[in-house]
């Protein structure tokens, strides 16, 4: 048997950094937003039978005029969407006039104007649903296990699993903030949904090694040790939650790697927060159990 649990403290000075270092990532250059949260145009274009240009050739066709924040995402087998911060009718006649030069019967299919204002309704929206799904785990987790009150409430592992919760979001926000620094990636819409799976996997294998706990908990001698019984959970779950992790990493690896510039990002931002969920299943969230319980002992 393994004894993960005996050597938490290394895990939390790896936890500690990473953790340190995102937030003085996000704090010096915080992220670089796309048309989601700043406004701006989405122009979706329809092309001829045999016409449609690559999205790096209409990409690069366009970099003469430009534009700022710009994003090109095919769309059925003959449309494009093209998605960049400006609100200038005369801009979007060139950026009109730029394609046509692919295909002179390219048609616009639809130009829609992304407001400040919307922008904001859409930051607050996506900041407001990741506030709800914290609080909705928390308070699941408390419940789920509310007959669970030996050697520590069953509070506690709400809190401690929305510790770890926490642990994984900001290092996947915190590396993002380094991408747009340094090689100008932007984050939109599809970043909060990417944080909000990272929510839910993380949980599901946080819980995984929380139920074991429990159950182990029941069956266990009043006298045996808790980190013990920490322990013997995490190593009769880890091959698990490692096989579940490992398989969904290979896929997400391959929508990074193949996937298209459309859900690069994306698949990208699950990867870190499945990477780093997996990791605070084991090391974080548990550990925090245990040292929960001797901060109690101490202090009765």
Same mark, same amino acid.
């Given at each position: 048997m393994?004894?993960?649990?005996q050597?938490?403290?290394?895990?939390y000075w790896v936890?500690?950094l990473?953790?340190v270092l995102?937030?003085?990532?996000i704090?010096?250059?915080?992220?670089?937003? &796309?048309?989601?949260f !700043?406004?701006g145009?989405?122009?979706?274009v329809q092309?001829s039978? &045999? !016409?449609?240009p690559?999205?790096?050739?209409a990409?690069?066709s366009?970099?003469?005029?430009e534009?700022?924040?710009?994003?090109i995402?095919?769309? &059925?087998? !003959?449309?494009m969407i093209i998605? *960049?911060l400006?609100?200038?009718?005369?801009?979007?006649?060139?950026?009109?006039?730029?394609?046509?030069?692919?295909?002179d019967k390219t048609e616009?299919?639809?130009?829609?104007?992304? &407001?400040?204002?919307v922008?904001?309704q859409?930051r607050q929206?996506a900041i407001?649903?990741?506030?709800t799904?914290?609080i909705g785990?928390?308070l699941?987790i408390?419940?789920a296990?509310?007959?669970?009150?030996?050697p520590v409430s069953s509070?506690y592992y709400?809190?401690m699993a929305?510790v770890?919760?926490?642990?994984?979001?900001?290092?996947?926000v915190?590396?993002?903030?380094v991408l747009?620094?340094?090689?100008?990636?932007?984050v939109?819409a599809?970043f909060?949904a990417?944080l909000l799976t990272i929510l839910g996997?993380?949980?599901?294998?946080?819980?995984?090694v *929380?139920?074991?706990v429990?159950e182990n908990?029941?069956?266990s001698?009043?006298?045996?040790?808790?980190e013990d019984?920490?322990?013997?959970s995490l190593?009769?779950t880890i091959a698990?939650?490692f096989?579940?992790?490992?398989t969904?990493?290979v896929v997400l690896l391959?929508?990074?790697? *193949?996937g298209?510039e459309?859900?690069?990002y994306?698949a990208?931002?699950?990867?870190?927060g499945?990477a780093?969920g997996?990791y605070?299943?084991?090391?974080?969230?548990?550990?925090?159990?245990?040292?929960?319980?001797?901060?109690k002992q !101490?202090?009765?």
């Open positions: 393994w004894s993960l649990i050597k938490r403290k290394y895990a936890s500690g990473l953790t995102s937030i003085v990532a704090s010096v250059w915080g992220l670089r937003l &796309g048309i989601d !700043k406004g145009t989405l122009m979706e092309f039978d &045999g !016409k449609v690559q999205a790096q050739d990409q690069a366009l970099e003469a005029l534009l700022r924040s710009l994003s995402q095919p769309t &059925g087998e !003959k449309g998605r *960049y400006a609100s200038d009718e005369a801009l979007n006649e060139k950026v009109l006039a730029e394609l046509q030069k692919f295909d616009l299919v639809r130009v829609d104007f992304i &407001g400040a204002s922008s904001n859409i929206d407001n649903a990741l506030i799904a914290i785990i928390a699941y408390a419940w296990f509310r007959k669970v009150s030996r509070w709400g809190i929305n770890a919760l926490f642990h994984d979001l900001i290092i996947t915190g590396i993002f903030s747009g620094h340094f090689f100008g990636v932007e939109g599809p909060i990417a996997f993380s949980v599901h294998d946080t819980i995984v *929380y139920d074991r429990r908990l029941t069956r001698r009043a006298k045996e040790n808790f019984v920490v322990n013997r190593n009769e698990r939650s096989n579940t992790s490992f969904v990493i391959a929508i990074a790697v *193949y298209g459309s859900i690069r994306f990208l931002a699950l990867l870190i499945v780093a997996t605070s299943s084991i090391y974080v969230a548990s550990a925090l159990l245990v040292t929960g319980y001797e901060w !101490k202090i009765n």
